[in-house]
């Protein structure tokens, strides 16, 4: 469901286009003083509107916190965080007419029609703001830790410069989009942390890393390049985690990203009304490239599952 | 912990040299009758000792059923299924050498110098013979759905003949050792089954698939390529999972396996007895690929990690 | 933590005199039309300030949801309801004087002083009002189920009349307050709801009941009296539940519920400052007896106990 | 399902008279080393056939521990372990007669008949074994703590001498059976243990209390007495736990159980395969009352869920 964790434990709500969407957070120990500067400027990072290669829906994002906070700091109660919905267009959405590459058809299915369409609904990237407010506070608390993403690749092209603009820019100008590469490198990480198996960190992050839309790809380690070499070449690498479990060293991880789905240019569906073949040109304000707000999002997700795996091993905040 | 699912539930348990390794299912629904001679197959597909390319343990692996069956039918109650562990050398290792490349260290933080080291205890590969026969069972519940994986790459080279024993029985005669990349297809999924987020198909088999140890990446839907193309491209994909959500169309996903870190060849590592760097030759007899026996584990977990989303969907079987 | 369920889970937040107290529902199904006029009737039956035997405290108490609700429809995606706290005195709390027969105490070990003390915070009965907002919904969702409390007892006087107003505002006129019991029957229920052991209709409940503040004592099936009677004479009883699973037959169960603690009596305390013992005369509107509006308290718990175990169960709603 | 626990989880599993029943118990600290012969001093507490009072079936119930344990320790992995069943009559079982009282009818409403059957398999008494020895090893593992129940009433008589095996052996020349009350004490617990709600110590312990076969009512803080009190008395009561939290002071609670339903007098039934009413005599060997085999079972849940909200609590074992 919309859960995760088991120390620390948040609960993500809303649609795109509905009131509001938010978060729950249990688990946060009592005492706690957010710096709350430090949370908005998480938020500002992942912010559309904030350029040309970016949408230009416009969100205040300014975290309502509505519980679980006392004269400034945390009671140990649980935090629900609402962040209100502003700039809302939703007459731009047809929902007989599934966008190609979204979530529309397999809601279909599951939601059996009443799902919330407007703007994706509950599956729209609008939720990873409460992630990335999640995160802002779970980073602050691991001790000495350091999560840093960027990207690697954008469009299948090098990112050796920090973002490759020109390259979302020249898919926007053919009113297309391209996905990418996010890295991110955890420092400080003691050893010891996560399980074999199922609790493994590798498999507690990536079921948070495969949360965030269009995320299809995880690799932990530089595991794509290590299948390829000898056991006596790979056993020189640093693992961050081995067996499952963090070795002291730093951790690497990398994501890979879809397109976003949202195109300007006409597309083949189907009507659900009739059942036929139909054209669609999805409207919409939309970010030609997700990559670059992205990057706060892995860092977040990174941050909650670091900090569940620290509470679950017992280790002192 | 060593629980995996919400509705169809498996606990594992053993170590390598210990008395036997074991699993618990629960959830399984009254009234089926497994067919045995199915689940021995499946357990012949990852025994080692099949030919030169794998390591000369022998193992038995007759699955030896506690309880939950009942004149050849499931009762609806949990089904623990043990698998004495025999041939076991144990004189082979030296727990105060931490062999590169495996879990000891990170074991060692975690574990306190208390986890039974032989063979790599609770960390060993022998694990996944409890889950290739929890597999074995959740396949036979699917109706109408194939689980086939295969090898895809073997040290670096593409098996398009279905294995390269060449590549590894090169890397064994040099006392080494090589990995690969695994691929797997899900045929006759329903739409419908996942959820948005955290309980995502990709989240729940990603969790399951990072468990498999050695496993250092995971990619559904081609999404490596799909990160380089746009989003005019990517659009016309045959997504199996789209917002965390079966299609209804094939289900494809690969996993990257790094190698053997037991290697014959001497290798660098610390006394923890002294704390001062030694050198250590890893004994024992070991796969000098992994690979081949890791493809039944492969399908084992998505056949478990997908009757679970089935059982959490409501689906019949 | 503060989550309960499996397939409808919920998860609850908010202090008596922060900004609003809510839950966020998982799992309910989409396409169901809530009757938010039943939902404001339950809301009304747990409402204070209705009669001078409750708590002049005024709460409105409408129902502000924020997700999950489309055209009046549910979607599937998680229901978060707020509902604003309103008409708080928080003069009225002195934080190092911790109330007789209160959380306080308790609290303070636990969350370190940092908890909001003001009205009991989060651990106030004001939590209720989203329990019986979630047991609104879950009991319109249960078909052909019908849960229906009453008050057997209040301050140790039979309540055949209903609810003993005398022995309320006798204990109200000397300052103090009075207890009870509440008995509860659940008409409509299939056979096999609920697993032997941990999952057991009686854990599920009790889990629940256990939770609504001043609960002390659960009984199912006038277990009790049964204790009480021979073999013979006790297998004669309809039970409700038996090995954990419903019977098909009605199951009944009743709490006790200790007196609210808050009395204006002067009282012994200790001074949390200084270790020294002190006097405390409780302040604020309390409720002289909490029963009568516990009553749908325990009804809505019941409701969402069972909903979740129907679904758990797979049974069609 | 069978499964228990958050930090210290318990998967239990067998049928009264398949080959074996067991435990998982995952999340024992590594370097733990039981104390076998107080574990087998607990087993044989709870085992029968120790007297006219009981039943005469024998069980040798030597624990057989198949994984996680290292040269006498824990190694921090799941420990399985294993009572093999012996000793057992399956011929005294009717199917198509379900025993009034029993579980008999709401089992075949929920595993479709598929059960087994057998001394009532999975709802036998006989799964308290491992409860029993999970318990042993959680009691030994709480610094400090002791955890002490006794009867309080046997048949509805008080059992201040212990016992009263003059009310059992009188049942018994009867055919018949009786129930009882177990009060159970523990000490040394400190405050803060436990959640507000769900999480609460009386959710937490009710849910395992009532797991216990027979276990039909719980009270904690001799809650049934002061719902009949005033406020102002009630307030002076030591609570072991106010706000779901322990308080630091001893926590006392009861459970009732209700009469063993196998008596050997005819009894009313249903034939399943008729579905005309017929006459049942139960065979088989039973304990006229299963109160003094029960007192050990209270402690042993006791223990485990105190045990799991230490390890939540973060507290140092």
């Keep these: 469901m919309n859960t995760f964790g088991e120390r620390f434990r948040l609960s993500i709500f809303g649609e795109s286009h509905g009131a509001a969407v938010g978060v729950v957070l249990d688990g946060l120990p009592p005492g706690f003083a957010p710096d709350m500067e430090a949370v908005r400027e998480q938020m500002r990072r992942r912010r559309p509107g904030q350029g040309e290669h970016t949408t230009a829906r416009q969100e205040a994002d300014e975290p309502e916190i ?105 898919a926007k100008q053919d009113g297309d989009s391209v996905g990418g590469v996010i890295a991110c490198k955890v420092e400080g990480l003691p050893a010891g942390l996560g399980e074999p198996f199922f609790g493994s960190v590798e498999s507690r992050l990536a079921a948070l890393l495969f949360s965030i839309p269009a995320v299809k790809a995880a690799e932990f380690d530089d595991g794509i390049r290590l299948a390829g070499l000898r056991g006596s070449e790979s056993n020189r ?58 990057v706060p999002v892995v860092e977040a997700v990174a941050a909650v599952g670091l900090l569940d795996l620290w509470l679950i091993a017992g280790f002192p905040l």
């Design 237 to 294: 690498y640093p693992f961050g985690v081995l067996g499952g479990i963090t070795s002291g060293k730093t951790l690497s991880f990398s994501v890979w990203v879809k397109p976003t789905p949202s195109v300007a240019l006409e597309q083949d569906t189907v009507d659900l009304r009739t059942g036929l073949p139909a054209k669609l040109t999805v409207k919409g304000r939309h970010d030609p490239c997700i990559v670059p707000r992205a």
């Design 66 to 170: 509505l519980s679980g906070l006392f004269e400034g700091k945390t009671t140990g109660a649980p935090l629900c965080c609402i962040l209100r919905n502003a700039d809302t267009r939703s007459g731009d959405y047809a929902p007989h007419l599934p966008r190609p590459g979204h979530a529309d058809l397999a809601s279909f299915a599951k939601y059996k029609g009443f799902a919330d369409y407007r703007g994706g609904g509950h599956f729209s990237g609008r939720l990873t703001a409460p992630l990335v407010f999640a995160g802002a506070l779970a980073r602050q608390l691991l001790p000495g830790v350091s999560v840093t993403a960027g990207i690697r690749e954008i469009g299948g092209h090098p990112a050796g410069d920090g973002c490759r603009t020109d390259v979302i820019l020249a």
